[in-house]
């Protein structure tokens, strides 16, 4: 299994930035996969963002294109989310995920981190 901590969530104004960071450890070889998700108040949760453990291929939701960009440090086995152009709607709780050689989803969370746009 792989352990997954995610941190820097906080309160933004709408139009700021934000830099989320992952630190996975543990058995990060049978990791395929890292991706961002987030869940608001009384809402299902739903994908933001992933990219392949050697990060050479990406995906993003509708709504984030353009204005989030997920990477990671290989060395410091860190992912990242760079949130630029925030807005109110982007307030959730961000979650990391990976998802394991020979899975159809994501098996490891983390604990999330709040992500909270005023207007």
């Known amino acids: 299994q792989v352990e997954l901590v995610e941190s820097g969530g906080g309160l933004i104004q709408a139009g700021g930035s934000r830099r989320l960071s992952c630190v996975a450890s543990g058995r990060t070889f049978r990791v395929q996969g890292l991706g961002w998700f987030r869940q608001a108040p009384g809402k299902e949760r739903e994908f933001v963002a992933a990219?392949?453990?050697?990060?050479?291929?990406?995906k993003y939701a509708d709504s984030v294109k353009g204005r989030f960009t997920i990477s990671k440090d290989n060395a410091k086995n860190t992912l990242y989310l760079q949130m630029n152009d925030l807005r109110p709607e982007d307030t959730a709780v961000y979650y990391c995920?990976?998802?394991?050689?020979?899975?159809?989803?994501?098996?490891?969370w983390g604990q999330g981190t709040q992500v909270t746009v005023s207007s």
């Open positions: 990219l392949t453990w050697i990060g050479r291929t990406t």
């Open positions: 995920a990976a998802k394991y050689v020979g899975a159809d989803t994501f098996g490891s």
